[in-house]
């Protein structure tokens, strides 16, 4: 059974609800893909039960606030964790260049150094070229560059038991890569805000999507399992009946908008 543990949902600006990272668990172990913006990462994951120290695999898709500085509150817990002979196996963080210069340069001014040090005997970077492939926890993951217009993105795609699965990042999808998850089983897509309050919210000119935007071009895919998350947080507790409502409007597969803390249990529904 694969599990995609949402540990924050939220947009890049959000207070109450976490920014959005999550993690892939079978019965391997955990991939966590980002990790948010603070250290509330390491409350998060405790939260779902996941002890940071069994981590072994991390992919970080972009080099932004709300994606990127978790790991260094991860680093600094790790590498004390290390100092002390904790840690026995490697840690793998997957990332393209501009991510991997970007903590390199950080790590070196907000680590002491004992622990900056630490990090590279502890740390195998896996610097990503579009299209590379890597098998974490027993499943092969195609990472791909999104052609983001922002900083460097990655996203990537799988199959769970051949359940086509991708997560796409946090900017609205390019034309140039619909023919990468058309028919997909599950796709990750943001959805900054609902289309209704675009005027509020402003998705576009920040490279991201409404709710409505990204619901018909998933529909016009043929995606069957359309997960939104990196929302804004206005609406609270009925976050997930509006964006799930204004999202039928267009898409006739499942929708699902995650709550910071969710399971999403990945099921083969596409016979449904
Ligand atoms: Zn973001």
């Not at 949402?6 to 892939?24: E, H, I």
Request: overall charge negative; proline content about 1%; aromatic content about 14%.
């Amino acid at each position: 059974m694969y599990k995609i543990i949402m540990l924050g949902t939220g947009n890049g600006g959000t207070m109450d609800l976490y920014n959005t990272c999550f993690a892939v668990q079978n019965e391997k172990g955990n991939f966590l893909v980002d990790t948010g913006g603070s250290n509330e990462i390491i409350k998060r994951l405790s939260q779902v039960g996941i002890d940071y120290k069994s981590i072994r695999h991390i992919f970080i898709s972009h080099s932004h606030t709300d994606h990127i500085l978790g790991l260094f509150w991860y680093f600094k817990r790790i590498s004390i964790d290390a100092l002390h002979g904790y840690v026995k196996e490697k840690i793998n963080v997957y990332c393209n260049d501009e991510v991997y210069t970007a903590i390199k340069e950080v790590a070196k001014y907000i680590l002491p150094k004992e622990l900056n040090d630490v990090i590279y005997d502890i740390v195998e970077f896996k610097v990503l070229s579009d299209g590379d492939k890597y098998e974490i926890n027993g499943v092969e993951y195609e990472f791909f560059d999104i052609l983001a217009k922002g900083n460097k993105q990655f996203g990537f795609k799988c199959e769970f038991d051949k359940i086509k699965f991708a997560f796409l990042g946090d900017e609205t999808l390019k034309p140039a890569l619909y023919n990468k998850i058309e028919n997909y089983d599950y796709v990750m897509h943001e959805a900054f805000c609902l289309d209704a309050e675009e005027n509020i919210f402003h998705a576009y000119e920040k490279n991201h999507s409404t709710t409505k935007s990204v619901s018909e071009v998933m529909n016009k895919l043929n995606i069957k399992n359309l997960i939104l998350y990196h929302t804004e947080e206005s609406h609270k507790e009925k976050r997930k009946q509006f964006y799930t409502n204004e999202a039928q409007e267009y898409f006739n597969g499942n929708i699902i908008v995650p709550d910071d803390l969710e399971t999403i249990k990945i099921i083969d529904n596409s016979s449904l």
